[in-house]
């Protein structure tokens, strides 16, 4: 880990602070005519997502940790942990259940997931942006079904409940928004 002060701060950067891992959102250097400069952050905690705002003197230091991301393939559940696999050295490696999360519902076996790191440590799991799942249980649709707007619950090959249009039926292949679980299209 390198040292850096307010001077350094850059958006997207990591710092330690409070001895959590912190992206800046967005900074501000300050000069009051009275009285030492000193810098507005906004800052996002890596665990949690949540953003705060802290204000620092001007010249503090604090520890820089390099963020870094590694594209691997999503192998299979073991019932215990999600194993994934390096494309280019076929390392494979498992990850708890709990560092997935609500990844899981996305993953599908042979898909591409981001694994992101703050060093060594694994901080988060995200599936792809677009995700391509099968439609394994909804209600049928009827003929001359085309209120717009109207939507119906689909479980899909994953688990995943999603709202989808009364048109799609089972086996439907869809294109899902993985960041807040909406239907995109059929494809």
């Known amino acids: 880990m390198a040292k850096v002060d307010t001077a350094d701060f850059r958006n997207g950067m990591c710092v330690e602070y409070n001895n959590k891992l912190w992206t800046i959102v967005e ?9 030492g400069a000193f810098v507005r952050t906004k800052l996002k905690d890596i665990r949690s997502g949540r953003v705060v ?6 010249g503090t230091k604090f520890e820089s940790t390099r963020l870094e991301t590694k ?23 498992e990850v708890n259940e709990e ?4 990844a899981a519902k996305w993953l599908k076996e042979n898909d591409e997931a981001s694994l992101l ?17 099968e439609v394994s249980e909804t209600e049928p649709g009827f003929k001359g079904d085309t209120v717009q707007g ?22 439907d292949v869809l294109q899902i928004d993985s960041r807040d679980g909406r239907f995109v299209k059929r494809l």
């Open 150 to 171: 109207s939507t119906k619950p689909a479980t899909l090959e994953t688990g995943a409940v999603v709202q989808v249009p009364m048109y799609v039926n089972v086996g």
């Open 117 to 133: 790191y703050a060093g060594e440590e694994l901080i988060s799991v995200e599936p792809q942006m677009f995700v391509e799942l």
């Open 71 to 93: 594209k691997l393939q999503y192998l299979y559940n073991d019932g215990e942990s999600y194993n994934f696999m390096d494309m280019n050295t076929f390392e494979q490696m």
């Open 27 to 35: 900074f501000q250097h300050v000069k009051p005519g009275k009285g």
């Open 53 to 58: 705002e802290y204000t620092f003197n001007a």
């Open 99 to 102: 560092m997935v999360g609500d």
